[in-house]
Antibody, heavy 124, light 113 residues
């Protein structure tokens, strides 16, 4: 069975840092292009960023609101994805999901596997 | 960035009746190289992550009931629930994965009338 489990969410003060983890099983993590998607309370999902597989150079891409503050990385030996979040502000509050595409069927990039998410609250 | 705009924001439909949700993208998400629309629909229930229902605009994800169907091309898309069931109460989101940053619509809340 495919499993995706995020962890590391917490309450943090503005300006603080946090590292999220996402451990996966049930598919070949090393081949997967992994994304983080966040969802502020009561709002729609927002793509945060993506890391491609090592075979294509682990290329990184980020959404504008987090570029320069957030860093995505991966450890294929541990089947784990990370999100390092620095200089956090209140607009970063939300549930953070780890996700990827084309696990169930090849779909060209739609997210067909999601974790349950981990809550990040930025507040003083 | 490609802006995704859904309509309506919410709708109430009687059990067994049809529900229709629209999504418009600010630019085409149809890739001419393979004639595929890089567009999907998701369902989200409270406390759960989004669940992919439809990819490439009209392909149902395995296990998704056939009362869900997607249509449209280019910039205008529709999700239809042919016969609303109680378990379909949720928020539905459209998403484009044609160009980064991937973007989602604001959501449409479907309720029972």
């Amino acid at each position: 069975d495919v499993q995706v489990v995020e962890s590391g969410g917490a309450l943090v003060k503005p300006g603080g840092s946090l590292r999220l983890s996402c451990e996966v099983s049930g598919f070949t993590f090393s081949n997967a292009w992994m994304s983080w998607v966040r969802q502020p309370p009561g709002k729609g999902p927002e793509w945060v960023g993506r890391i491609k597989s090592k075979s294509v150079g682990e290329t990184l891409e980020y959404a504008a609101p987090v570029k320069g503050r957030f860093t995505i990385s991966r450890d294929d030996s541990k089947n784990t994805l990370y999100l390092q979040m620095d200089s956090l502000n209140t607009e970063d509050t939300g549930v953070y999901y780890c996700t990827t595409d084309s696990v169930v069927v090849f779909n060209g990039g739609a997210f067909d596997v999601w974790g349950q998410g981990t809550m990040v609250t930025v507040s003083s | 960035d490609i802006l995704m705009t859904q309509s309506p924001d919410s709708l109430a439909v009687s059990l067994g009746e049809r529900a229709t949700i629209n999504c418009k993208s600010s630019q085409s998400v149809l890739y001419s190289g393979n004639s595929k629309n890089y567009f999907g629909w998701y369902q989200q229930k409270p406390g759960q992550p989004p669940k992919l229902l439809i990819y490439w605009a009209s392909n149902r994800e395995p296990g998704v009931p056939d009362r869900f169907s997607g249509s449209g091309s280019g910039t205008d898309f529709t999700l239809t629930i042919s016969s609303l069931q109680a378990e379909d109460v949720a928020v539905y989101y459209c998403q484009q994965y044609y160009s980064i940053p991937w973007t989602f619509g604001q959501g449409t809340k479907v309720e029972i009338k």
